[in-house]
T-cell receptor, first 113, second 113 residues
Framework: DQQVKQNSPSLSVQEGRISILNCDYT??????FLWYKKYPAEGPTFLIS?????DKNEDGRFTVFLNKSAKHLSLHIVPSQPGDSAVYFC????????????FGPGTRLSVLP | DTEVTQTPKHLVMGMTNKKSLKCEQH?????MYWYKQKAKKPPELMFV???????INESVPSRFSPECPNSSLLNLHLHALQPEDSALYLC????????????FGPGTRLLVL
C-alpha cells in the first residue's frame, strides 16, 4: 500500500505560468516532508522541505503548502521555466522512522516554451 | 563541497561477476544511504549507515553487501546478481540526525546480463 501518493504521473504547463504538483499521504505519523527534482540520468536534487508545525514554506520561486487535516501537500512553482522540466518526488518521514524517507512515485513536469 | 560522488557511472556485469559500487562525500555527514531506483518508480531504500554502523537493512538479498570503511565512503558489493537487479543505484548522505535532508549522488546505472 502506497503511503505517499502523487496521483498525476505527468503535468504540462506553459512557461511563465504556475505549476502545481500535488502529494497525498496516508500515514498520520508523517511530520516532515521534502520535495526533490530529478533530471534523467542524475540523482534527485533537494528543492524544499516543510515540517508539520508549519503550513507553508517558501524559497524563491518554490512554495510548499501543507494541509495536515487533508494529509495533502503541494508544490507551487511560479513562474515556471523550461529548466524546471523534470520528475518531482515528494518524500515523507516520521520521527519513529528514524532516517527513513518514503518517496512518492513522482510527477513528470513539462514546461513548454 | 556539497557533492556526493559515485563511481562508476555505468556498469555492465554478468550474473557470475563480482563488482563494487563506490560513493564518497566530504560534507562531514555521518549518515549514508543506498537506494535502488527502477524506471518510472521512486527510489527505494536499501541500507542506512549511521556513524559507520549499519542501522537499516530493508530486507535486501545477501547478493548485495554494503560496507562503510569510514565516515566519507560507502561501498556496495555485488555478487551473483540477477537481471531484475538492473537499476539506477543511488547513494545519499545526511548530517546524521533524524529527519534531515538527504543529498543524492548522480547514481550508477547497473545492467545485469
Amino acid at each position: 500500500d502506497q503511503q505517499v501518493k502523487q496521483n498525476s504521473p505527468s503535468l504540462s504547463v506553459q512557461e511563465g505560468r504556475i505549476s502545481i504538483l500535488n502529494c497525498d499521504y496516508t500515514n498520520s505519523m508523517f511530520d516532515y516532508f521534502l520535495w526533490y527534482k530529478k533530471y534523467p540520468a542524475e540523482g534527485p536534487t533537494f528543492l524544499i522541505s516543510i515540517s508539520s508545525i508549519k503550513d507553508k514554506n517558501e524559497d524563491g520561486r518554490f512554495t510548499v503548502f501543507l494541509n495536515k487535516s487533508a494529509k495533502h501537500l503541494s508544490l507551487h512553482i511560479v513562474p515556471s521555466q523550461p529548466g524546471d522540466s523534470a520528475v518531482y518526488f515528494c518524500a515523507a518521514s516520521a520521527r519513529n522512522y528514524g532516517q527513513n524517507f518514503v518517496f512518492g512515485p513522482g510527477t513528470r513536469l513539462s514546461v513548454l516554451p | 563541497d556539497t557533492e556526493v560522488t559515485q563511481t562508476p557511472k555505468h556498469l555492465v556485469m554478468g550474473m557470475t561477476n563480482k563488482k563494487s559500487l563506490k560513493c564518497e562525500q566530504h560534507m562531514g555527514h555521518r549518515a549514508m544511504y543506498w537506494y535502488k531506483q527502477k524506471a518510472k518508480k521512486p527510489p527505494e531504500l536499501m541500507f542506512v549507515y549511521s556513524y559507520e554502523k549499519l542501522s537499516i537493512n530493508e530486507s535486501v538479498p545477501s547478493r548485495f553487501s554494503p560496507e562503510c570503511p569510514n565516515s566519507s565512503l560507502l561501498n556496495l558489493h555485488l555478487h551473483a546478481l540477477q537481471p531484475e537487479d538492473s537499476a539506477l543505484y543511488l547513494c545519499a548522505s545526511s548530517p546524521g540526525h533524524l529527519q534531515e535532508t538527504q543529498y543524492f549522488g548522480p547514481g550508477t546505472r547497473l545492467l545485469v546480463l
